[in-house]
């Protein structure tokens, strides 16, 4: 983080990534001295309303952050910006983006929380856009130019008032993480599912936090008055609280239905109980045993909406077989009972020593009961990529001089992969025949 006073100072000359929160209410003019090696600037948490026309003077500038801010609609200078390809506007009040504030380059675009209607019929010429978050807005529709964005690969659509998906998106060749929860076709006002046994939040003791995530934080609790009725639920436990009413991917009401919908899977995170404490939403977990760790990291500004890996990662071809029989098991699972992810990464996958697999964060998954039945495979094969991307990943941590690299089965997991990203979405096979053709 740097001061308004570092930049006025000339300290930040030079600098390829700039980030201020000191509740500006006007832009910095100074920042437009950094004009020569401005790469990345993060303004958010401030009170800004506009950008100043000569904005476009940062002719370095690749990514903008202006989360939490005061804008009503989206600047057009923004469109000018050569470089520019990466736009956060988060949490502001945008209600208005015009066809003219885009640069053609755009390859990342977030827009969740504000309160646009509407997108331009100029998002088709994003042809390069492969991010877009548009959850917490107030859209009744998408622009079918649209389908023209065929790199699209992430999008987020929950908590909006679409009546429907458009065939369009589910026939794009790169979708791999989709989540729509939350509109008015698909979205629970409230989770009346008594899978597991509601638990009064009074009756834990919350001690360390655990985790966190973009839809709520999990802390470690134990009982401090455990009911008769629960006496069989662990002594120790996993409670995530949801945030608020709405979080990034939607609402909690609906990452609560489709977690307890979906049900148990020897390869799911046990849910077993529910908090339901005036508005505030919670989920019971067991809690996950010693000696897992998650699989990969979550995407970087570069790698865009592909997982990173810490840097000595390294899987042998038998464990990434094991780790993707197991997901292709648990998405089998989680599809028959009429539920999508959303969120198919390594980042959200915990292996043991054992490669053994425990899945969960719900937080993009849908309800597809709802959707007409050749959408509802849609979507299935939709997850398939999100899987033949994570098989792609692990492989490229896979070197010729591990001792346990195996030609032939590299050459099937490699081929694998590609029949799960072919472009024709309904070509790509099924999560059954994926589990079969591992056991083979």
């Not at 948490?45 to 003077?57: G, V």
């Not at 370095?60 to 520019?84: G, M, W, Y």
Request: net charge negative; aromatic share 6%.
């Amino acid at each position: 983080m740097h001061t308004l006073e570092q930049l006025e100072s000339g300290e930040l000359k030079g600098l390829s990534r700039v980030q201020i929160a000191a509740k500006l209410s006007e832009f910095p003019l100074a920042i437009l001295s950094l004009a020569d090696s401005l790469e990345i600037l993060d303004l958010s948490n401030n009170q800004l309303s506009s950008l100043p026309d000569d904005f476009e003077k940062l002719t370095q500038l690749r990514i903008v952050f202006l989360s939490q801010n005061c804008f009503t609609e989206l600047p057009e200078v923004l469109a000018r910006c050569p470089k520019l390809e990466m736009i956060g506007f988060k949490a502001n009040q945008i209600s208005h983006v015009s066809e003219h504030a885009l640069p053609s380059q755009t390859r990342w675009l977030i827009l969740t929380d504000n309160q646009l209607s509407h997108l331009p019929q100029s998002m088709g010429r994003l042809t390069r856009l492969k991010k877009l978050a548009l959850a917490g807005n107030q859209l009744t529709e998408l622009p079918d130019s649209m389908a023209n964005c065929r790199e699209l690969e992430l999008v987020r659509l929950s908590a909006n008032q679409l009546s429907h998906l458009p065939d369009w998106l589910l026939n794009l060749p790169k979708l791999s993480w989709l989540a729509f929860a939350g509109n008015p076709f698909s979205h629970v006002d409230e989770c009346l599912n008594n899978s597991v046994p509601m638990i009064d939040p009074e009756h834990l003791h919350f001690s360390a936090q655990i985790g966190q995530g973009a839809s709520g934080i999990i802390y470690k609790a134990h009982w401090l008055n455990r009911p008769t009725t629960q006496a069989h639920l662990p002594d120790n436990v996993a409670v995530k609280i949801f945030k608020g009413a709405i979080t990034s991917d939607g609402y909690p009401a609906d990452e609560l239905d489709c977690c307890l919908t979906t049900g148990e899977h020897v390869n799911l995170i046990p849910a077993i109980g529910q908090i339901h404490h005036g508005e505030q939403l919670g989920l019971v977990m067991a809690l996950i045993p010693e000696g897992y760790q998650n699989l990969g990291l979550p995407p970087s500004l570069q790698t865009c909406t592909r997982d990173t890996f810490n840097d000595n990662a390294q899987f042998s071809v038998e464990a990434i077989v094991r780790i993707v029989k197991q997901m292709s098991d648990t998405m089998t699972h989680m599809h028959q009972q009429q539920v999508s992810h959303g969120d198919i990464y390594a980042h959200n996958i915990m292996i043991d020593n054992e490669c053994k697999v425990l899945f969960g964060d719900f937080g993009a998954a849908s309800n597809l009961a709802n959707l007409p039945l050749q959408q509802r495979l849609k979507m299935h094969k939709i997850e398939v990529r999100a899987l033949g991307c994570l098989i792609d990943d692990l492989l490229a941590l896979i070197t010729p001089e591990n001792p346990q690299y195996s030609i032939p089965k590299h050459a099937e997991l490699t081929a694998l992969a590609k029949l799960c990203m072919q472009e024709n979405v309904l070509q790509r096979p099924d999560f059954k025949m994926i589990s079969a053709q591992l056991l083979s």
